[in-house]
Structures are given as C-alpha cells and as structure tokens.
C-alpha cells in the first residue's frame, strides 16, 4: 500500500485489482490558499494535519477504481488466502475526462503541489476550447473580447450557441491550437480524437446538461478560468519573494469570490 498522496497526472487513473483486495482511503483536494502548500508525497497530507478521507472502501479482485487528477488517495494491500502477493496495475486514459469536476474545483486544483500545473498545460484548452492566443487577463474588457474571439471562430452558424460539431469541426482546422496533442496518437485515431476531444470541451461548460454551450455558459467558464491564472500569476510572484505578508493581504482581496473568508495557517510549510 501507500501513504495518502496525489499524483501529478493531468488525466483520470483507473487501478485494476488482479489479485487480493486493496482497502482506500480517498479525499479531494483541500480548500486551500497559498499558504496552505504541503508536501502532496505519501504521508505529507497527515503531517499538515489536513486529511480527512471522504470515502472509504475496499476494492476486491476482479474489481477497478477510477479516480480524477487532485484526488488524494491512501491504500492498503490485503494479502489473498494463500499467502501470496496482491497485484494491481494502474493506468492513465485520455477519453473521457472529468471535465465538470475539473471546472468545479479548479481553483483548489490550481494550488495543488502536484496537479497545480495542469492548469495552465493540460486543462486551459477546455476553457478556451482551443483557439490561440488566448492569454489570462484580470481586465473585464480583455475577457469580453476572448469571449468574441472564441464565438466568432467556434459558432460557426452564429446562433449563440456552440454544438459537439462545431467544436469537432474547429478542432480539425488549421485554427485550433489542439494539433500538438493528436500526435500522441495513432493517425488512424484522429478522427476519434477530436470527436472525443469535443465532447470534453463542450462538457466542461456545459451547466445545464442540454450539450451545448451557451455564450453565457461561456463567459462564466471564462471569468473563472481568468481569474484562477491571474490568481496563479500573482500569487507566485509573492511566493518566490518570500513575501508572507504580501500573500495575506493578496489572499484577503479574493475573498469576495469565495463562500467563506480564508483563513491563513498558523503554520507554514517550511
């Protein structure tokens, strides 16, 4: 077994249990500020006093647990009847993602040691659906004009809305900036690659389960997208001065998006 950690994946794990059981322990991502950063490594959640498993179970043989990127997971190996080994194996896939969860709890995901990074290189694609060029901004004026920006190329029967095909159809074009990604896979497979590919994009904003975008849906995917980047930008500049105090009050000015105010630790990981 393992000590509870994150891993730092981008995409959904799923572990197959081939022989014995294995009992989890799994907990989301903690609501978290800057200076709230901990050692995501086995055990490292037990010592900042932060783990409180959500869920608890045991995956028996025969069996699979499928688990998002920014859930922390703990496991114990129960040994088979016969005394040998237990075995698992675990692997990573690409279709379907959790893009609903990902958007959910993006801003917590942001500050994660581990998957903090996907941010901005694996998951900024499903927010901006792909088309270049669109860079964070915290001026409401420079959010309006991606929101354009993303219509005008995405919607192509410019209806307001933007369908699994017109997401699909933008991606294949020379426009999307999606290309890099297909070359992980087998030529023959591209065709699935975009259609799985906007199927997740559209998702991602997709609030009211009807699959399609709605500008409004957009703009409020946007808003938040910008806002977790230029969170990041900001926020790491303080970090790399060492400058706690700066991170306080930088923490307090964002507590209008928040539910509750945030509480700074009272101690800080060294």
Known sequence: GAGAHNDGYCESVVSFQLRGDKRWRKMLEPDMTFLHSYDEFDGGVYEAGLWKPDTSFINRHGSAVIWPPGYLHETKTLPPPDGECGTAITLQYSFPQPVQFLRAFLPRLSLSAEVGQCVAHAWS????????????????????????????????????????????????????????????????????????????????????????????????????????????????????????????????SLDRFRRRPAEPPRRLRP
């Open 125 to 252: 694609g499903y927010a901006t659906l792909y088309v270049r060029d669109i860079r964070p901004s915290s001026k409401q004026k420079d959010i309006e004009e991606q929101l354009s920006r993303i219509m005008s190329a995405v919607d192509s029967d410019k209806d307001d809305k933007i369908t699994v095909e017109e997401v699909a159809a933008f991606l294949t074009s020379k426009q999307s900036a999606v290309h890099q990604e297909k070359h992980a896979f087998e030529q023959e497979h591209w065709p699935l690659f975009f259609q799985f590919k906007a199927m997740d994009s559209v998702a991602y904003h997709d609030m009211d389960g009807d699959s399609v975008v709605a500008r409004q849906e957009l703009w409020e995917s946007l808003v938040q997208w910008n806002v977790v980047r230029v969170r990041l930008r900001e926020g790491l500049k303080l970090v790399n001065r060492a400058d706690r105090e700066g991170l306080e009050a930088f923490e307090r």
